[in-house]
């Protein structure tokens, strides 16, 4: 017997555990439990996966998220949808296993901010030819609702 996971929308590793019923044509047992146990190695993991900036901090703010790869890898590009809002610095034409990118969030005074960063990197495994990998990482940030009647 097969069992397959799809593991397509995982962002990040993880441990499964559960069961499989099986159904067989024996009267005695027509039913049967299968214990499954999976370990899933994300060949790229980003922490954290998103930043929320806090309504009380004031100014621009710098966040900062690692990337980790399961192999030496290069980071192409990080984009937004949200320029100049939301924008990052990163090393590029760094080839390695963690990257580290700072993002700059711009105050949010008219609405509160609801950004995605699309992550680009190239992996280089061992075996086999280099291979793209594109992940998001949301950025959000709330405008500050204090208001300035009530400030002494």
Do not use: W
């Not at 703010?61 to 980071?75: A, D, G, H």
């Amino acid at each position: 017997m097969e069992c397959c996971l799809d593991v397509s929308s995982f962002t990040q590793s993880r441990a499964f555990r559960g069961h499989v019923v099986v159904t067989t044509n024996s009267e005695m047992l027509p039913k049967c439990l299968v214990p499954v146990k999976a370990q899933y190695l994300s060949p790229v993991d980003i922490q954290p996966s998103s930043i929320i900036v806090s309504s009380d901090r004031t100014g621009d703010v710098e966040e900062e998220f690692r990337i980790f790869t399961s192999c030496p890898s290069r980071l192409v590009r990080v984009v937004t949808n949200s320029q100049p809002i939301v924008r990052s610095e990163f090393a590029k034409d760094r080839l390695s296993e963690t990257h580290s990118v700072k993002i700059f969030v711009a105050p949010s005074s008219e609405s509160d901010i609801d950004a995605t960063l699309l992550v680009e990197l190239s992996l280089f495994p061992d075996q086999g030819e280099s291979v793209t990998i594109k992940k998001n990482v949301s950025v959000y940030r709330f405008k500050n609702s204090l208001c300035k009647e009530n400030e002494p």
